[in-house]
């Protein structure tokens, strides 16, 4: 079969059964509809805009679920490859998909992974920061017991510079 790429379909039918024969169309996979232009038909979520919902939310709402996507995908357990087969459903589950999944509880839980995970890599590289500053004083000759026995003398653990070392011994 030739797939034909055309520019313009003119469907002459009731306005009432506009809705059935468009579902009908697309769902034998033969039409697409890309564009609609038309203003006097009603557009399923048209209304979603008119109802006092704004734009800017509604970009919020798309940028949560772009994040989830994203999230749930890069912590996929097997990745596709470039040409393997997707899954295609039909418009009835797709529609159905709609009323199933809460998108917003999903998106706060991948938010509380990623903070989780985020703050456990921090803590991670904060802890590998303070082995790495410890780890020049393993070779220190004085122990624990030695240092805590000193009453009289304050004691502080670091470095100096080689030309204050006299003056310190000195003082």
Known sequence: ??????????????QGERDKILDAIQTSGCVE????????????????????????????????????YDFLKSKAAEKESLFSKREIIS???????????????????AKDIEDLLNNKKN??????????QYSQWTNLDVSEKELSALKKVSYFIGTIQK????????E
Do not use: C, R
Not at 94 to 105: A, M, Y
Not at 163 to 170: A, Q, R
């Open 91 to 109: 418009k009835k589950d797709f529609d159905s998909l709609e009323g199933k999944n809460n998108w917003n509880e999903v998106y706060l839980k």
């Open 123 to 132: 803590e991670k590289s904060k802890l590998a920061t303070q082995i790495e």
């Open 33 to 68: 509809i890309v564009d609609l232009k038309d203003e006097d038909v009603n557009i399923e979520g048209a209304s979603f805009y008119e109802e006092g919902k704004a734009v800017s939310q509604t970009q919020i709402d798309y940028n949560h679920v772009k994040f989830t």
């Open 1 to 14: 079969m030739a797939i034909v790429k055309m520019k313009k379909l003119t469907l002459a039918a009731p």
């Open 163 to 170: 030309k204050y070392e006299t003056k310190l011994i000195d």
